[in-house]
């Protein structure tokens, strides 16, 4: 049986992560950052929480990390954990920088010092390339990264540090640069998820009016269920690799409040207003991921489409439920 460390296991991937890894047979460890209210840090693994061996540490704590490698050992090391928020990267650039690419550094080194031939997946981003396009509108591996938010700039540091481990220490790691991801799962400050529980509100009396920033940036948005099996897949391959992970198609924030508030009936002109709150002091404009390479090396097809992806997060929102009986 194959043992798997998950740092970040209660966040949006790491739940279904964990799911995915214990259908495939793992015993299945996890990294929880403590809460100050407990019964809410791990309300997305009730499914299978049973099943789960939990540890309580830290990125930015290289003591804890060594710890649990120690307790552990695990074959694979799945590192999630992060300040995952864009917007808000500006509000906390030094704690984003300390989490993001110190705490990656701090997860080598803790492998590498514990049991260095583990296989490690770093999650990286499709925010590491900023306004950066090739000149088929599509970003890939070879794309030049010039990121546009703190967020984006740890995560290149760690990219980079994720190469250098692997090449300096023959070490397993392997990075998937990931575009966007969304489910019902989704922290309720990003974009499709507040669009999906603003929408459900204003069809349930609860609300008047949805708030939002720029509605024209544009998004390649894909299921986490299927990103969380591309993260298997990798570290599944003969040897460490960089992949890209999207679905190829991209979607204005436009398009999701229109797809969405119709769906329940409504047209979302009716009910958006503008909050400079929300607006980024430099904006990344259009993510459109070319995953040719994950696709023909791995066999990586995902299942979800963008209609079907914002249809599960409708679905699936208990209020929406209560509308629809």
């Known amino acids: 049986m194959k043992k798997a460390l998950i740092t970040g296991i209660n966040g949006q991937d790491g739940s279904y992560l964990a799911e995915f890894l214990l259908a495939k047979g793992y015993e299945v460890h996890g990294i929880l950052k403590r809460n100050s209210v407990a019964e809410n840090q ?58 993001d690419a110190v705490g990656v550094l701090n997860v080598f080194e803790a492998v590498k010092l514990i049991k260095p031939d583990t296989r490690i997946y770093q999650a990286s981003s499709s925010e590491m390339f900023g306004n950066c396009i090739d000149d088929d509108g599509f970003q890939r591996e070879s794309t030049r990264m010039l990121p546009v938010s703190p967020y984006g700039c740890a995560k290149v540091f ?3 540090l994720a190469r250098n481990y692997r090449h300096s220490y023959d070490m397993f790691i392997s990075n998937g640069i990931l575009f966007n991801h969304e489910s019902p799962r ?17 069809a349930s009396g609860k609300a008047t009016e949805i708030r939002m920033g720029n509605l ?17 897949m990798i570290l ?78 409708v679905e699936s929102d208990e209020n929406y439920l209560n509308i629809k009986k």
């Not at 939990?54 to 694979?76: A, F, N, R, T, W």
């Not at 989704?186 to 204003?202: E, H, L, P, Q």
């Open 236 to 313: 599944q391959a003969d040897k460490p690799e960089d992949y890209c992970c999207s679905t190829g198609v991209s979607h204005s924030v436009k398009d999701c409040c229109e797809y969405v508030f119709s769906k329940l009936g409504m047209d979302y002109r009716d009910y958006y207003v503008l909050d400079e709150r929300y607006l980024r002091p430099e904006e990344l404009e259009d993510l459109k991921g070319d995953s040719t390479k994950i696709r023909t090396e791995l066999g990586w097809d995902p299942k979800y489409t963008f209609e079907t992806l914002m249809d599960d997060m």
């Open 186 to 202: 989704r922290g309720s400050n990003f974009v499709t998820s507040k669009i999906v529980k603003g929408a459900i509100a204003i």
């Open 42 to 99: 791990t309300a997305r693994l009730d499914a299978c929480y049973k099943d789960l061996n939990l540890y309580y540490g830290d990125l930015c704590d290289l003591s804890s990390l060594i710890s649990i490698m120690q307790k552990v050992m695990p074959d694979e090391v799945y590192n999630l954990a992060a300040q995952s928020h864009v917007r808000i990267s500006f509000d906390v650039p030094i704690y984003t920088v300390q989490a």
């Open 216 to 232: 024209d940036a544009r998004r390649d948005w894909g299921h986490a269920k299927d990103y969380v099996e591309a993260m298997w």
């Open 158 to 160: 760690a990219y980079n």
